[in-house]
């Protein structure tokens, strides 16, 4: 069974950063597409940032471009979310997710695509 373990959250001020990570196991990280999501108290599960398996290509919420960055490190099995200029609305909790299709170049954007789920990891952002 796959399994995903989110870190980095915290509590930080408005117009801080944050860098959330990501580690995959049991999985061969390098074969699947990654994404970062989040839901935010009495709302729906958003997605924010999805990156294909070799890096390729990166795909962003309007909510979150220009100032979220996703990468990953396929030699350190590891997927990262960059959070700069935050601002308290993106207090939420943070779940990274991987799409296990296999399919090349995919980068879907609904939460029902992701089939391999972490615990998620709390960000807030105090004003």
């Known amino acids: 069974q796959v399994q995903l373990a989110e870190s980095g959250g915290g509590l930080v001020q408005a117009g801080g950063s944050l860098r959330l990570s990501c580690a995959p196991s049991r999985l061969t990280f390098s074969w699947y597409t990654m994404a970062w999501f989040r839901q935010a108290l009495g709302k729906e599960r958003e997605f924010l940032a999805g990156i294909t398996q070799n890096g390729g290509s990166t795909g962003y919420a309007s909510s979150v471009k220009g100032r979220f960055t996703i990468s990953r490190d396929n030699t350190k099995n590891s997927v990262y979310l960059q959070m700069n200029s935050l601002k308290p609305e993106d207090t939420a909790v943070y779940y990274c997710?991987?799409?296990?299709?296999?399919?090349?170049?995919?980068?879907?954007?609904?939460?029902?695509?992701?089939?391999?789920w972490g615990q998620g990891t709390q960000v807030t952002v105090s004003s």
């Open positions: 997710a991987a799409d296990l299709t296999l399919a090349p170049h995919r980068l879907p954007t609904e939460s029902d695509e992701y089939a391999a």
